[in-house]
């Protein structure tokens, strides 16, 4: 199949948003944890997290449009600067997928989807406790992408907990050891299986592909 520029355009709203969710390949399954002014806790599963320079250490996540339907992670990040991501493990990823329904905000999630918060000194957002890999951030700066409306949120990292087992060679982190799942779309998670591991490359060690 081929879809050219306006077949997209045109498509179902919903089939679009899941179609083109899906092209650029397996992305992160994160959940990401706030806190409201009220101490209402709140978390939701995002799939568009991204590293973005590690020299001060950043992440980022794309929020779609923000219109009429509140967004309770971003209102609570902007208000009072915090916010946590969590990896999605094989054990979670119903309880995870179930946080993207629309709760009202004196609902938690994490009540309400089988997860349990977990507070650590100095990241006021919560964590998630049976998540592996955890991640805990200031919200630094938002950046709207005038195209589509949708917004890059940027936060730098101040706090990161990751399990022993899962910290190999030269800083390596096995995400398969700590049963990190993958998204690919909105509905279909995969996990994750380590394939090889080749090092840093310099251009006299490339071998002859032509002669292999
Ligand atoms: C697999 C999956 C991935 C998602 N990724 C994103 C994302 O990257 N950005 C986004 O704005 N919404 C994403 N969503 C939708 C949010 O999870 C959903 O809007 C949720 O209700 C937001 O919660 P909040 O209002 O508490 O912030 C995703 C939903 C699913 C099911």
Redesign the pocket.
Known sequence: MQYTKQEIAEMDRVQRIKFINAVSGVKA?NLIGTISDTEVT?V??????MHLGSDPALMG????PTGE??????ENMLANGSFTINHVNTGIIKNA?Y?????SDNES?FDLCGLTEEFVTGVKAPFVKESHLKIGLEYVESIPIERNGTILVIGEIIHLVIPENAIGEEEDIDLAAIETTG?SG??TYYELKKLDRFPYVRRHEVPDFKVL
């Open positions: 399954a709140n939701a599963i995002f799939n568009s997290v996540f794309i929020l779609r339907v509140p967004r309770h992670t971003y997928h946080t993207s329904a629309k709760f999630e998204i909105l509905n």
